[in-house]
């Protein structure tokens, strides 16, 4: 756990999805957000349980430590190849493990998103957005880009038919210097192409205000861009983290509170 915040009202950039109320986030990776993808998990508290669609295909990392890790708990494996694994996360998320020592820098190799026309998302996600296409399969209908060797790559995996986000879809976010954030959105202008969240700042109670403009790609999958300088603040690792993350758990009593009036969590 790297930091855990919480908050009273939905983001005004959707954060947390298209819900209003009380919500948490936790920044969960293998080291600091500088250097390291990082997963955003939202917690509603409103909220008892979501709808996958075909959008989020997975998150791939290298760690023995991991398959090891999951054989001692008993937590259902799958081998999808030779030495990859499969393991599903509590709502159905899925994680690929690559049964290798972990990799120094950071393990995590690549998220998976679902496209419906390939060759459109890397007109998209190459021409536009300016990251490298690494690899491109034709015949199995996949590519894999970044921005730099040394970072997660994204993969792009043609679902053959329409993206269903779901009610628990999320986005893609990157940092760059703040003063590229109106270029982005000119460009975006200039192409006619999907601004959920014009340029606007995000206030986080008690830490930096970050700048952040969200588009969409063809498929509707979110991308945020985030001002580097402020977000560098913001992101910083909490020492207290972990036990900011266990007090709110142990003081969520949302389950409790509906149990008392005879109510369930609303299904997203």
């Not at 500088?34 to 917690?43: G, S």
């Not at 899925?94 to 190799?109: G, H, N, S």
């Not at 880009?145 to 040394?150: P, T």
Request: aromatic letters at 8%.
């Amino acid at each position: 756990v790297l930091r855990h915040e919480e908050f009273e009202e939905g983001c005004k950039a959707s954060c947390n999805g298209p819900y209003d109320g009380r919500w948490s986030k936790t920044m969960v990776g293998y080291g600091p957000e500088d250097n390291h993808f990082v997963a955003e998990l939202t917690y509603n508290y409103g909220i008892g349980e979501y709808r996958l669609g075909n959008d989020f295909l997975g998150i791939t990392l290298v760690s023995s430590q991991a398959v090891s890790n999951a054989k001692k708990m008993a937590w259902p494996l799958r081998e999808v190849t030779a030495g990859i694994f499969e393991a599903e996360a509590p709502g159905g998320y899925k994680f690929y493990l690559e049964d290798k020592e972990q990799l120094k820098q950071d393990p995590v190799l690549k998220v998976t998103l679902g496209v419906s026309d390939l060759q459109k998302s890397l007109n998209y996600w190459s021409d536009l957005l300016g990251m490298k296409i690494y690899e491109k399969d034709e015949e199995k209908q996949r590519a894999l880009l970044g921005y730099a060797d040394n970072q997660c790559k994204l993969e792009l995996k043609n679902v053959g038919g329409a993206v269903d986000h779901g009610t628990a879809f999320g986005r893609i976010a990157f940092s760059c210097a703040k003063e590229e954030l109106p270029n982005i959105e000119a460009l975006m202008k200039k192409e006619n192409q999907k601004i959920l969240t014009p340029l606007v700042s995000l206030d986080t109670p008690g830490k930096a205000t970050v700048q952040v403009i969200i588009l969409a790609d063809p498929d509707g999958h979110e991308i945020c861009f985030v001002g580097d300088e402020a977000f560098r603040d913001l992101s910083k690792v909490d020492p207290n983290g972990d036990k900011l993350l266990d007090d709110a758990m142990a003081a969520d009593n949302s389950e409790k509170w509906f149990a008392a009036q005879k109510r369930k969590k609303a299904s997203a």
